[in-house]
């Protein structure tokens, strides 16, 4: 089992930058895939980044290809969530996910409790 923790959302003007944090406890983090996905009032909630624990394979989806990079450190046993050049239809929740193994967009069964991003215009 393991239990996510995000942190670093809050209230940004359009083309600022945030650093989404996810710290995760229990073992063998390395063996986990991360993603992070977000939920905008009213709508589903939507992929946003993985990070495969195998290789090293990154995966976006298109809405933020260019402007989110996603980053590990399994030393630390966190993944990180940067995003640059915001807009305001990013605004959301930002929920942090883990699965043991996992393909990247595949389901993922560890999940953190949110943090929430607004981007004003």
């Known amino acids: 089992q393991v239990q996510l923790v995000e942190s670093g959302g809050g209230l940004v003007q359009a083309g600022g930058s945030l650093r989404l944090s996810c710290a995760a406890s229990?073992?063998?983090?390395?063996?986990?895939?991360m993603g992070w996905f977000r939920q905008a009032p009213g709508k589903e909630r939507e992929f946003v980044a993985a990070?495969?624990?195998?290789?090293?394979?990154?995966y976006y989806a298109d809405s933020v290809k260019g402007r989110f990079t996603i980053s590990r450190d399994n030393a630390r046993s966190t993944v990180y969530l940067q995003m640059n050049s915001l807009k305001p239809e990013d605004t959301a929740v930002y929920y942090c996910?883990?699965?043991?193994?996992?393909?990247?967009?595949?389901?993922?069964?560890?999940w953190g409790q949110g943090t929430q991003v607004t981007v004003s215009s």
């Open positions: 990070f495969s624990w195998y290789g090293g394979s990154t």
């Open positions: 229990g073992r063998a983090f390395s063996s986990y895939t």
């Open positions: 996910a883990a699965e043991r193994y996992g393909s990247g967009r595949g389901l993922y069964n560890y």
